[in-house]
DNA sequence: CATTTATGACTGACTAGTCAGTCAATGTCA
DNA sequence: TGACATTGACTGACTAGTCAGTCATAAATG
């Protein structure tokens, strides 16, 4: 059992190895061995997390997951808690880093916001990063720390560069409602609504999300003109 | 110890009781009592499962907060699971109640739906019920039976309600984008996200739900206008 | 071979669910 | 009506099992 478990193990991680494109030679030093390891950990905890929440999650299926051992996990993470935290943080702050090279504001802002739904759709709804959204919507109010990060990290700066992109769709006169600027919030709304109503009713009615997100931006602009 | 405990959970059953506002006569018969301890029960059952989630939530506290015996539970209850899922039904019911019981529509569609969206700030956002659509929100793709139920209940037909309202606004003139109707999660949207925000963002930053709810319609319906 | 890294058997704390026993409420009978 | 019998709601100590976190041991590394 023992050896069976072992073996598995290490074919998992070369598989892995392989996945990853690196050189087919030598493989690793320490430290590229140990990043490793955390990532796979990482990626493992998320989907567990993602499916089982947070409590009832076990420390066992994530290691085996990861094809790594259960002490392994503590070297990387002091405990549970604190690895749902960091688990957060390191799969967020690419997302993050994305938000601030958004493209400098040319075109009309509807083109812009249209462009910027389209990535969203593509990259967050019916995705693990949606389902991460849910996660934190879940386990938020008994994790503040977690709650806190992401206010700061996603939600506070989201909402500011909205917030510009409507100012300035009203200062050009692309948007006729001046108050909007007040809650960006409203702009957002259905898309957090389609990422939601995906992991929970998609299989009882299946939601159009890129056409939602259009006729919402129709309401916001006005109808589409073909200039 | 078990004296003290007895005359704790009568006084408590009294005390309900006369909240109730029963005849202030005899008090009880066994079928009361046991409808009383399953209230008692569920009331408890709702408090812990919203504070600590489904995993994390101990029999032993519930128990203790309704004030009755673990084995208690299980004379109303198959276990844990079917408990979680009753009680979300018994909760919903009443909901249920009162969107089959909306007033038939007089006055414009806009004042409808702001009375609408009052009573929806008043009873849902920052209420026991709003930390309810966060819990199965959280929990329900692990509970596709609460999730079911919530949709057949309480989505799917607050939708129709909604459909049917934006299409009277469309034939009246009151709503421009006629496309609206197909997507009734438009109108909602932000509604479902004050009530996430008030949970997870608060404290950070106080949102003025009534406020953006009214920004929103009249986004919707145009500029109010002082007929 | 000394040191760093990984392992997984083990421990102890914790909890869902059970069940033998208690006792207040109800029923029965003289 | 009062004495006694029956019921079944209720209790809480207990069982069987789970799982986060530890640590002695083994493997890998340089």
Redesign the interface.
């Known amino acids: 059992m023992t050896k069976k478990f072992s073996k598995a193990a290490t074919a998992k991680a070369e598989t892995r190895n392989a996945e990853a494109g690196d050189e087919a030679a030598p493989v690793s030093n320490r430290a590229t061995r140990a990043a490793e390891r955390r990532d796979a950990i990482v990626a493992a905890a998320m989907e567990e997390f993602i499916?089982?929440?947070?409590?009832?999650t076990r420390l066992d299926d994530i290691a085996r997951r990861a094809g790594v051992a259960k002490g392994t996990i503590y070297l990387h993470f002091k405990d549970k808690e604190s690895m749902f935290e960091e688990l957060v943080r390191t799969v967020i702050v690419p997302v993050v880093a994305k938000l601030n090279a958004l493209p400098p504001p040319t075109g009309s802002v509807r083109d812009l916001i249209e462009t910027f739904a389209g990535n969203f759709l593509k990259e967050v709804i019916g995705t693990r990063r949606g389902d991460l959204v849910?996660l934190?919507?879940?386990?938020?109010?008994?994790f503040p720390a977690v709650?806190?990060f992401y206010?700061r990290e996603v939600?506070?700066r989201g909402m500011a560069g909205m917030r510009a992109l409507i100012e300035l769709g009203i200062a050009r006169g692309e948007i006729q409602?001046a108050?909007?600027a007040?809650?960006p919030?409203?702009l957002?709304?259905?898309a957090?609504?389609?990422v939601?109503?995906q992991?929970?009713?998609a299989r009882?009615?299946p939601?159009d999300a890129q056409?939602?997100l259009r006729?919402?931006l129709?309401?916001?602009f006005g109808?589409r003109r073909t200039t």
Do not use: C, N
């Open positions: 499916t089982r929440g947070f409590a009832a849910r934190i919507v879940a386990e938020g109010p008994r709650a806190d206010y939600v506070s409602q108050k909007l007040r809650y919030q409203i957002i709304a259905p957090m609504i389609a939601i109503w992991s929970l009713f009882h009615a939601l056409d939602m006729v919402h129709d309401l916001i109808e």
